[in-house]
């Protein structure tokens, strides 16, 4: 595979499909399963989601909230998740919404992307309501160390649209303003190519239409809220028609249902990215 995360992307892409496994133990998907809602359950979901997506999946999201309201247990799980599905082979975008200025972002940056990375994922989520140019030390070391930094856009919320909607001057909304940063930064560090930096898109029928903007944004693109959301693989397909190669459909709680059986989870997993092979 290449040295970037979007060659690594392609790669998995082409080997298992585009979808990325959300592992997020929701309280009520640790009781479904027969798991108590504690260190020792989440320790048990954990084995459960690597055996499935391992062979299977080529990308996986733990969503860091779940894990961090377990305390230190948690981040310990999480941790032992993280590398052990990098170690597999599976690329980790790790949903940690992060965002701040200053130090604040250097630190969380160093946290997360990079060498010596005491958390060590291959892509992760951000604010951005603080300035793109806030985000100097997430972009930096996303850029040097092949990885990716996936900037809130278009949420999958509706309670969103009153701030990502909003005019931005210049006939631009605030996510379309977003997206042509972004491209402008994507030019600058991948002339030419897919860059690092790369939005979440929630595949909602929205306006403005976003078509043309995401493809001239060259970055990938993770689209949560597939199933107990309400978007469907059709729904994702419609909304990136313009780059359906840049796409990650992520889904979480509708896959997780298959568990905890290790072969359901996996079957589920491997049909729903077949479903996506064709449509994208």
């Known amino acids: 595979m290449g040295e970037s995360f979007a060659a690594w ?27 108590s809602d504690d260190a020792d359950g989440l320790e048990r979901f954990t084995d459960i989601v690597l055996g499935a997506a391992a062979g299977t999946a080529g990308l996986i999201k733990p969503q860091s909230a779940f894990y961090e309201r377990h305390g ?24 940690v919404k992060r965002g701040d200025v200053g130090s604040t972002n250097d630190a969380y940056a160093q946290a997360y992307l990079g060498e010596g990375a005491a958390l060590r994922a291959d892509a992760i989520t951000v604010h951005p309501y603080l300035g793109l140019a806030a985000m100097g030390e997430y972009i930096t070391r996303a850029n040097q160390s092949g990885g990716c930094l996936l900037v809130v856009v278009r949420s999958s919320n509706p309670e969103g649209r009153a701030v ?13 303003r977003l997206l042509a940063d972004i491209g402008a930064l994507n030019a600058r560090l991948a002339p030419g190519g897919v860059g690092p930096v790369g939005a979440v898109i929630g595949p909602a ?11 001239a944004a060259n970055g990938l693109l993770l689209a949560p809220g597939v199933g107990a959301q309400g978007a469907s693989p059709a729904d994702v397909a419609a909304t990136f ?15 997780l249902a298959a568990g905890p059986d290790v072969a359901a989870l996996r079957d589920a997993t491997a049909r729903l990215n077949e479903e996506f092979r064709a449509l994208l």
Not at 15 to 30: E, F, I, K, N, W
Request: aromatic share 4%.
């Open 72 to 95: 230190w247990r948690g981040i310990r799980a999480l941790s032992r998740l993280v590398a052990a599905a990098r170690g597999e082979g599976l690329l980790v975008i790790l949903d």
């Open 9 to 35: 992307f392609a790669a998995v892409r082409q080997a298992y499909g585009p979808l990325v496994l959300g592992a997020d133990p929701h309280g009520q998907v640790l009781a479904d399963w027969g798991l």
């Open 241 to 255: 028609a313009a780059c359906p190669d840049r796409v990650m459909p992520s889904a979480s709680r509708s896959l």
């Open 205 to 215: 029928a929205v306006e403005p239409p976003l078509g043309a903007v995401l493809a």
């Open 164 to 176: 990502q909607g909003a005019d931005a001057g210049h006939g631009q909304t605030v996510d379309q």
